[in-house]
């Protein structure tokens, strides 16, 4: 395994405001995710996202990689372009525990963090296993029936059919392989013993609906870091900063006054 590519893009803000890193859930673009968020975000920070590989503008990886290697990605990615300074962090599910590995090793680079719907173990090993197999089988249309059930809580694809269906694109528009190789990355990661040595100010957001992190894994998170907060999110489930932008972009707003 080795660090992948991953690339950027400007989300909000202008470069004279504190950074915010944002990173995207498994089969999304950070764009689609996180637009109308980061344009609600744009008079408090600089808002910056990251792709998967395989994903947006990120190419496609070219060996396996681990959530580690992911952390060191977003390093990477944020040193070679915008400086070596702290930042705030906030990512969706498994750039939700991206943060969490960012946390753990480089917390002297991370001022505060908002882990969105995202757990300190997420799934079971075999289930992410099984569907790396499937979309190397037959590609990332199989999982997209499923997605609708776990990314939008009921009545979001009626409400705003144009975002649900750029999430969707997005999803088609994947490479397998980076699909499939997040999926394993997402099989090894298991956080919950290390939670306590987490000292950084973190909020954990779930949405009340989401059945892919339920808001108790959510939760956990907030319990067992030292300086943790929870917030609930109604009528959202999987993709928060999607479903509801205003609220998740209040949440982020006032993240940088809690130090």
């Known amino acids: 395994m080795s660090i992948p ?13 504190p950074l915010l890193i944002v990173g995207p859930s498994l089969g999304t673009s950070v764009a ?4 109308a968020a980061a344009r609600r975000l744009a008079s408090h920070y600089h808002v910056i996202g990251w792709d998967l590989p395989g994903h947006g503008v990120s190419p496609p990886p070219r060996e396996g990689f681990s959530i580690a290697d992911l952390a060191s990605a977003v390093i990477k990615l944020v040193d070679h ?7 705030t962090y906030a990512g969706v599910s498994v750039a939700g525990a991206v943060g ?9 680079r991370i001022l505060s963090a908002a882990l969105i719907c995202t757990a300190a173990r997420l799934g079971d090993p075999d289930d992410w ?14 999982v997209v029936s499923r997605s609708v059930r776990r990314w939008f ?9 144009r975002s649900a269906q750029a999430l969707l694109d997005s999803l088609r528009r994947v490479d397998d392989d980076g699909y499939a190789r997040t999926c394993e990355a997402l099989a090894e990661f298991d956080a919950r013993a290390r939670l306590g040595e987490i000292d950084t100010p973190i909020v954990a957001v779930a949405g009340a609906n989401d059945i892919a992190t339920p808001p108790d894994s959510v939760r956990f998170i907030a319990t067992n870091v030292s300086r943790g907060r929870f917030v609930q999110v109604p009528n959202a489930a999987h993709l928060a ?19």
């Open 5 to 17: 590519a991953i690339r950027g893009s400007q989300l909000g803000g202008t470069p004279d405001l």
């Open 32 to 35: 689609t995710l996180w637009s």
């Open 81 to 87: 372009q915008l400086g070596t300074e702290p930042f």
């Open 100 to 108: 969490l590995q960012l946390l753990l090793t480089h917390p002297e």
């Open 129 to 142: 296993r099984s569907r790396a197999q499937v979309v190397r089988d037959a590609g990332t249309g199989e």
């Open 153 to 161: 809580s009921p009545g979001f694809f009626e409400r705003n059919p």
């Open 241 to 259: 900063p999607a479903e509801q932008p205003d609220r998740v972009a209040d949440v982020l707003a006032t993240l940088r006054k809690w130090r």
